[in-house]
T-cell receptor
Framework: DTAVSQTPKYLVTQMGNDKSIKCEQN?????MYWYKQDSKKFLKIMFS???????INETVPNRFSPKSPDKAHLNLHINSLELGDSAVYFC??????????????FGPGTRLTVL | AQKITQTQPGMFVQEKEAVTLDCTYD???????LFWYKQPSSGEMIFLIY??????QNATEGRYSLNFQKARKSANLVISASQLGDSAMYFC????????????FGKGTKLTVNP
């Protein structure tokens, strides 16, 4: 009965490869997000989707492409991986975008290591 | 611009004592929400408590309470009766009406509870 799940939990890959991270939420939420946590633990928004529509794209390189096939899923595809992409990527979801009280619930994170 | 500042990189507390984790914020938006998250060593992000800018009372959730001082733009987290399991990173985050749906995070405070 996991609320927000991500796969895989760990991802180790070579520079230049393409990889995807999948996210699913069973909370019935309308809005989903991708955050990146760097090696210093700093968390920053990357993307947000509301009802499958992109609403935030926070100056992320276009090697990163989110895809939302439906409201419950938001996947992140990364092309031509670079060393600097190594980080923990968190998916999150919230009920919506209208209420200030809409809490974002996070998945367990995916630790990406680029060699 | 929205900004969250957590000035304490690390804090130590004895088991069963109370501890305050500092958070100051900067926004010109009159409507905003403040969130605290806990990140244990296992890596997941756990929502703890929420305070809205128009809330008249300080938020409380079990052993967690928020010392919200609007004029000082501070939203300090108070953990009462610390437990060993409280050892973790704690992040303060803000969402504003004009800042879309994203959460802006502080750099976090690492709390260590000593037996």
């Amino acid at each position: 009965d996991t609320a927000v799940s991500q796969t895989p939990k760990y991802l180790v890959t070579q520079m230049g490869n393409d990889k995807s991270i999948k996210c699913e939420q069973n909370l019935g939420h309308d809005t989903m997000y991708w955050y990146k946590q760097d090696s210093k633990k700093f968390l920053k928004i990357m993307f947000s989707y509301n009802n499958k529509e992109l609403i935030i794209n926070e100056t992320v390189p276009n090697r990163f492409s989110p895809k939302s096939p439906d409201k419950a899923h938001l996947n992140l595809h990364i092309n031509s991986l670079e060393l600097g992409d190594s980080a923990v990527y968190f998916c999150a979801s919230s009920q919506g975008i209208v209420q200030m009280t809409d809490t974002q619930y996070f998945g367990p994170g995916t630790r990406l290591t680029v060699l | 611009a929205q900004k969250i500042t957590q000035t304490q990189p690390g804090m130590f507390v004895q088991e069963k004592e109370a501890v305050t984790l500092d958070c100051t914020y900067d926004t010109s938006d009159p409507s905003y929400g403040l969130f605290w998250y806990k990140q244990p060593s296992s890596g997941e992000m756990i929502f703890l408590i929420y305070q809205g800018s128009y809330d008249q009372q300080n938020a409380t959730e079990g052993r967690y309470s928020l010392n919200f001082q609007k004029a000082r733009k501070s939203a300090n987290l108070v953990i009462s009766a610390s437990q060993l399991g409280d050892s973790a990173m704690y992040f303060c985050a803000m969402r504003t009406q004009g800042g879309s749906e994203k959460l802006v995070f502080g750099k976090g405070t690492k709390l260590t509870v000593n037996p």
